[in-house]
């Protein structure tokens, strides 16, 4: 792989080419952002030399980046194939934690948040932002449809029920329904309960 000059790199940008930094060893197959490993390329070259990867040593990641370079695959589902990887952090809340911000700030970062792209998951069919999508979704970690037959103990009465048995939360975790630890009849005793208390 031909490095470019730096008048060719001048010309290049002065033509609006958009210039990538290629590693000539990727960073997946343990190469660093030394100086002596990074290649500026144009997209087309970029492409090309991710194929030629794939092509020589057969990797999935340097697939995905040739057909995402390319132009043949969508970024949504590049994001989801690589995420099957284990190429984003399931971790992508820690460095933010911990951190305090003004009531502006957080106003801010909240409209932020709605206002995101949603994916839906593939295997459930939940609708999520990338970032939801990669912690909380695909193969092992998401919960396509609950076994509403599946046994389950009651922490009041002590009885064994099906999950069908059970109340609903109110809220959705992850995307999905989860279920009270207190079946249907003895949430309506304690509701009945709750309102005996009140007109008395």
């Known amino acids: 792989?031909?490095?470019?000059?730096?008048?060719?790199?001048?010309?290049?940008?002065?033509?609006?080419?958009?210039?990538?930094?290629?590693?000539?060893?990727?960073r997946h197959a343990g190469g660093t952002d030394e100086p002596g490993n990074l290649v500026l390329l144009t997209v087309e070259e970029h492409a090309e030399a991710h194929k030629?990867?794939?092509?020589?040593?057969?990797?999935?990641?340097?697939k995905l980046a040739w057909l995402g370079l390319a132009g043949m695959i969508g970024q949504e589902e590049l994001f989801l194939e690589r995420s099957r990887l284990g190429g984003y952090k399931s971790n992508i809340g820690d460095i933010m934690r911990g951190k305090e911000f003004s009531e502006d700030h957080r106003r801010k970062l909240a409209e932020k948040a709605n206002n995101r792209a949603k994916i839906r998951c593939p295997l459930c069919g939940v609708s999520a932002t990338k970032q939801m999508l990669v912690r909380h979704h695909g193969e092992g970690k998401c919960n396509v449809e609950p076994d509403l037959s599946a046994p389950r103990t009651c922490k009041d009465c002590g009885e064994t029920k099906s999950?069908?048995?059970?109340?609903?939360?109110?809220?959705?975790?992850?995307?999905?329904r989860t279920y009270k630890n207190s079946c249907k009849a003895c949430e309506n005793k304690r509701r009945q309960a709750r309102r005996a208390r009140k007109r008395n």
Request: charged share 35%; no cysteine.
């Open 1 to 26: 792989m031909r490095r470019k000059t730096q008048e060719e790199i001048a010309k290049l940008r002065e033509e609006g080419v958009v210039l990538h930094n290629h590693h000539v060893v990727p």
């Open 52 to 62: 030629a990867l794939y092509e020589k040593h057969g990797r999935t990641e340097d």
């Open 163 to 176: 999950l069908a048995d059970f109340a609903q939360r109110g809220r959705k975790q992850n995307g999905h």
